[in-house]
């Protein structure tokens, strides 16, 4: 069980194309976001979705296949660990975030896995 500790696996489509930046060590970093819907029946019987926007995070080759393959409206599987930040805005407020430190894509709808 220790394995699955910290584990996330997600389900959904890019809003975006990944953001690509490269560190002044020269590793690569790409951020990008994954809408997953959830949908149910509410107490009348309608059908009610849910979309839910997950902030993702990937370095290095993880980064690179990003940056390469995905597109915006991609539907994706993702592998990765919750990752916790915290920061202090410009009017000295403490804020926190929390993203995906993504591990494994795999596109879906297509042949290609892409893993690192």
Partial sequence: MYALKNKVQLIGNLGN???VK???SGKKLARFSVATNE???????EKVTETTWHNLVAWGKVAE???KYLTK??????EGK????SYTDKDGNKKYSTEVQVTEILML???AEISA
């Fill in 17 to 19: 194309a990944p953001e």
């Fill in 22 to 24: 490269t560190t002044e």
């Fill in 39 to 45: 949908s149910y029946r509410n107490a009348k019987g």
């Fill in 65 to 67: 296949l990003a940056e």
């Fill in 73 to 78: 409206g991609k539907e994706v599987a993702i």
């Fill in 82 to 85: 919750l990752i916790n930040n």
């Fill in 109 to 111: 709808g297509s042949k």
